[in-house]
């Protein structure tokens, strides 16, 4: 059923807060109020609000070290996102996580992960707790064209299509992995082609 036109003004309305959450973030950033790093989620925030959209709150959600969008995407509010940002106990992850690390137990996100790829293989794994215990759940995973090229990557590619497990896996490929150019980590343009392997 294509989405009405209430669906479309929620949805725009989702992406203008996670654009402007990151917006304002940038801003503290570079005026030192924030510490640690701070990796933008700007430019992807239909990915986040559309991928959103089609899932149950039951589902599962991993994302990278790029996780603010989805998390508010997901229900995070403002406010708690924010104050992870700054550190704050009534951040997300009680201010202890920062810009990488949040986490939200609640909206079943279930984390940004600051290495990249680390968490494909606990996504597999959490996919495959759905398909053991059939609770009809599904594990979406965001990852970035860097990960496809760490080992980890292959083995949840390998697991989730061997074992037919209820996983999507997101690859958002900005084709600037942590500031390398994608011509110089893969010799294939099309990432695409690496799934057909699985």
């Known amino acids: 059923m294509p989405p009405t036109r209430d669906d479309l003004l929620t949805y725009y309305r989702q992406m203008m807060v996670i654009r402007r959450f990151e917006e304002e973030s940038a801003r503290a950033y570079a005026q030192g109020k924030i510490g640690g790093f ?76 600051g290495i990249i790829g680390g968490h494909l293989a606990l996504a597999a794994g959490t996919a495959f707790k759905s398909k053991y215990t059939g609770d009809g759940r599904v594990t979406v995973c965001f990852f970035g064209e860097g990960a496809t090229n760490i080992g980890g990557f292959h083995e949840a590619m390998s697991l989730a299509g061997l074992w037919k497990l209820p996983a999507v896996f997101i690859c958002e490929n900005n084709h600037y992995a942590m500031g390398t150019p994608l011509h110089r980590t893969s010799p294939l343009e099309d990432l695409s082609i690496k799934a057909q392997g699985y």
């Open 38 to 113: 701070l990796h933008l989620y700007i430019g992807q925030e239909a990915v986040a609000v559309g991928t959103n959209a089609v899932l149950e709150p039951g589902d599962y959600v991993f994302q990278t070290y790029r996780d603010h969008g989805i998390a508010l995407a997901r229900g995070m509010t403002p406010r708690a996102a924010m104050a992870e940002l700054f550190g704050k106990d009534a951040g997300c992850s009680r201010g202890l996580g920062g810009s990488m690390h949040f986490f939200d137990v609640e909206h079943n996100f279930l984390g940004g992960w």
